[in-house]
């Protein structure tokens, strides 16, 4: 089950008013529960902890999901984040066909393109602004992102 | 139908815009800056997208931003609410040409009544002169001269893109106005980015009376009554109401002769949507015409009351293109409306942002409260200082005042100063009481009276 699967029940629970769904299989276990003023209340049995989040925001539910199910390294409090300086769809690459401008563990200096935001048909092409190297990945591709959306975690060189 | 809408506002407005989606079954989105994120707008709508930091030439004056907003949405409208972009007819041709229908009148309305000199010449081919001033923009001092001479002294100095009462300046004199001219053209620059201005004769003991308008894309224009927004301090509304004692007391055949007057500037505009034509009417009952405004106006609510109609969703309904179907407009009993301002009263009505501590709301019969505000939020400084309107609805205007009295007495904001102890002035104050008052009442008020006076009345 990946971040994928997730985020398609809860879409599929939000449009079909389902306020609880439980699922296990292969040694993982999860359970989705809807609040009425429209929490969503996510306890894996991983680390066995509720938490609970809005879900009015229109973030990406991938930033909303606990670490251990991002199946991704530990935050690093010395990284910075590059956040999106507009709102639009965030692409990774100049195109469907092209390799993505950055990958995790890329060097980045302050010129180097790291993705595509387009708005109002205009592809932006989205400089770092930072030296250093990609961590992580944030955002995803062909997504709506908004101001200040983190797009990528930055170890800074 | 529209299925989605984004509210290209805040505050009170964007909360007001999202009810009246929500019934008509309309799914909402919030735009909103980084110093509004735990606003009640983005909470109450169904998405919301951050679209900047708190200035609003960073957020909420960014067209690019809000049509980005609007189109990874997939939205069917933008509401623009009042400011800000409401009367951008850049913007509202952007929406269009992306497909996004903008809640508005179209953009030829509105350049049509562009500016406030071009729409004085409108109002003359429509019948409905201004005050006496000058034709159009004045380009130099000597016209400035000119044109006070030919009208007589004081007289009022005003950005023909101002709006909200601000980019105006009273000159009693030829020094005075040498002065005030080139006061009021930097500030112009520098508020409204158009250094443009007109000169008008100033009215004296003059009451701004408007008319709230709806016209349908097929070229039916109502009125929906008066408004009566005499009441104002440094040219800001404070109370407004309907009818207007005025109107009722002692011109009663103006309101139909400026009913009309307004549907014939707008039928010239070939104006569509909401708006409203704002009036200057004097003591001897002549009236004249100040300008109109091509948006949802904050005091909309008191028509609301005593018509029954919903203004918004009218707006909204209007720009699907339905055709006006309220028919004849009833009126029945009276409204007032206070607006609550984060101000001292004390102070000078010095602003005061800051966080609200506790926050209970006046209620029971006849009393509305459109607001945004709510205890533990924090009033951000980057915008206008208004944290709600306070409307009370009686059968009569008696029982109007004396459910405004009340709900102002019940109304607890604590944490921040507001201008409630200064409207309980105003409403026990007795020529506000027997409906006697101009332009000039504020100043009257606060000029005479002793700070003693006003926590009295408080």
Do not use: W
């Amino acid at each position: 089950m990946d971040l994928k699967d997730i985020k398609a029940i809860i879409d599929l629970m939000k449009k079909n008013s389902i306020t609880e769904f439980e699922m296990e299989k292969e040694g993982f276990k999860i359970r989705l529960k809807r609040g009425v003023n429209g929490t969503l209340t996510v306890t894996p049995t991983e680390d066995g902890q509720a938490m609970a989040y809005p879900i009015q925001s229109s973030a990406p539910v991938a930033a909303l999901m606990p670490a251990s199910l991002q199946a991704s390294p530990p935050v690093v409090s010395s990284e910075i984040e590059i956040t999106s300086p507009m709102v639009g769809t965030f692409y990774r690459a100049p195109s469907p066909e092209s390799a993505p401008y950055v990958d995790v563990g890329a060097d980045l200096n302050s010129e180097t393109v790291v993705c595509i935001i387009e708005a109002m048909k205009v592809m932006n092409e989205i400089k770092s602004e930072v030296k250093g190297v990609i961590s992580q990945v944030l955002a995803e591709n062909g997504k709506p992102v908004e101001f200040g959306q983190p797009l990528f975690k930055v170890r800074p060189a | 139908m529209f299925e989605k809408i984004l509210v290209a506002n805040r505050g009170e407005i964007a909360v007001r815009i999202i009810r009246a989606c929500k019934e008509l079954d309309i799914r909402t989105v919030a735009v909103y800056s980084e110093v509004d994120a735990n606003s009640m707008h983005v909470q109450l709508a169904d998405e919301a997208i951050c679209i900047g930091k708190g200035p609003s030439a960073e957020s909420y004056l960014r067209i690019d931003r809000i049509v980005s907003a609007a189109e990874i949405t997939d939205v069917d409208a933008i509401h623009p609410g009042y400011g800000f972009l409401a009367e951008n007819a850049h913007f509202a041709d952007v929406c269009e040409n992306c497909n996004i229908r903008f809640i508005g009148p179209s953009s030829r309305a509105m350049n049509a009544l562009e500016n406030k000199a071009v729409s004085r010449v409108l109002a003359k081919k429509a019948n409905v002169p201004p005050p006496p001033g000058s034709d159009g923009v004045v380009e130099d001092e000597q016209e400035a001269l000119a044109t006070a001479k030919k009208v007589g002294y004081p007289v009022m100095i005003k950005a023909i893109a101002g709006g909200g009462g601000k980019g105006m300046r009273m000159a009693h004199n030829d020094i005075s106005l040498r002065k005030e001219y080139y006061l009021t053209r930097n500030e112009a620059e520098k508020a409204f980015g158009n250094s443009g201005v007109y000169i008008e004769k100033f009215i004296e003991n003059s009451h701004h009376v408007e008319f709230q308008i709806l016209g349908d894309n097929r070229g039916k224009i109502i009125h929906l009554g008066e408004r009566d927004c005499s009441i104002q301090r440094r040219n800001q509304k404070v109370v407004e109401e309907t009818p207007s004692p005025l109107l009722e007391n002692k011109f009663r055949d103006l309101r139909k002769k400026m009913g009309k007057a307004a549907i014939r500037i707008a039928e010239v505009a070939q104006y569509t949507n909401a708006g409203t034509v704002e009036f200057i009417v004097d003591d001897k009952g002549q009236f004249y015409f100040l300008e109109v405004n091509k948006r949802i106006q904050v005091e909309h609510p008191i028509t609301e009351e005593v018509t029954g109609v919903d203004l918004v969703q009218q707006q909204i309904l209007i720009a699907m293109g339905d055709e006006l179907r309220i028919g004849d407009i009833q009126f029945r009993g009276h409204a007032i409306e206070c607006r609550i301002n984060a101000e001292d009263p004390f102070d000078d009505f010095r602003p005061c942002p800051g966080r609200i501590e506790m926050y209970y709301p006046p209620g029971g019969r006849g009393i509305r409260v459109d607001s945004h505000v709510y205890a533990g939020y924090t009033v951000p400084s980057n915008y206008d200082s208004m944290l709600g309107k306070l409307i009370a609805y009686g059968k009569d205007r008696r029982e109007a005042m004396d459910k405004m009295s009340r709900a102002l007495g019940e109304f607890m904001i604590t944490g921040i100063k507001t201008t409630i102890p200064f409207e309980q002035a105003i409403l026990q104050d007795p020529n506000f009481r027997r409906g006697v008052y101009t332009t000039a009442f504020v100043e009257q008020l606060l000029g005479g009276a002793r700070r003693e006076l006003i926590e009295d009345r408080a």
